[in-house]
């Protein structure tokens, strides 16, 4: 069974620094897709970044950069010059086929000023 | 504008107790799918649609019905709520399948007494 584990219950980081938050997953495909998912504290879900398996460039969005690494099943996401505003849970997800998801248990980051 | 819509945003019932939780999309989404999120758990999936009349288990789908009988609504019903079901319930779309960006309504929260 496909599984997805953030180990990083609880991150800090301060203003203006660069933090990167931790994603292993388990599957037996070969194609599929990743995700990091950002939840502010008004609780909406936001898509962050989306990495393509089959594609080994790692995806950039602005200020937020993935590490994927394939063969260690291993999804990490980077962000730079933290703000004020990263401040939420951040969690990874997979998706088997493309219906089917699995989210981690989720990272709080906290920006300090 | 275009946006996912969930009501009630709040609930609060008892055990036993039928009801239905509203989801709505404005976007001509083909897929659409329901999360709980728990403390420690992250989100897991409760059920997803590809189409109309086309739904699909997730990975907790016990207790727990849905339908779709139009493309933009997707209701959760609860036949015989227990307290186990309280959480935060979050509906998504999507364009045509989970690869695409989810755009997640505003999550319901129900106490199950």
């Known amino acids: 069974a496909q599984t997805v584990t953030q180990s990083q219950p609880e991150m800090s980081v301060q203003e203006a620094e660069t933090v990167t938050l931790s994603c292993t997953y388990d599957?037996?495909?070969?194609?599929?897709?990743l995700f990091w998912y950002k939840q502010p504290p008004s609780r909406q879900m936001i898509l962050v970044i989306r990495?393509?398996?089959?594609?080994?460039q790692n995806a950039t969005e602005n200020r937020f950069s993935v590490n994927f690494q394939k063969a260690a099943k291993s999804f990490s996401l980077k962000i730079s010059d933290s703000q004020l505003g990263d401040a939420a849970m951040y969690f990874c997800?997979?998706?088997?086929?493309?219906?089917?998801?699995?989210f981690g248990t989720g990272t709080r980051l906290k920006v300090l000023a | 504008e275009a946006q996912v819509t969930q009501n009630p945003r709040y609930l609060i019932t008892v055990t036993g107790k039928k009801l239905t939780v509203t989801c709505s999309q404005n976007m001509n989404h083909e897929y659409m799918s329901w999360y709980r999120q728990d403390p420690g758990l992250g989100l897991r999936q409760i059920y997803y649609?590809?189409?109309?009349?086309?739904?699909d288990k997730g990975d907790v789908p016990e207790g727990y019905k849905v339908s779709r009988k139009e493309k933009r609504n997707f209701p959760l019903i609860l036949e015989s709520p227990s307290p186990n079901q309280t959480s935060l319930y979050f509906c998504a779309s999507s364009f045509r399948d989970g690869v695409d960006t989810q755009y997640f309504g505003p999550g319901t929260r129900l106490t199950v007494l």
């Open positions: 599957t037996s495909e070969s194609d599929y897709y």
């Open positions: 997800a997979y998706i088997t086929g493309t219906y089917k998801y699995i």
């Open positions: 990495q393509e398996a089959y594609k080994q």
């Open positions: 649609s590809m189409n109309v009349e086309v739904t």
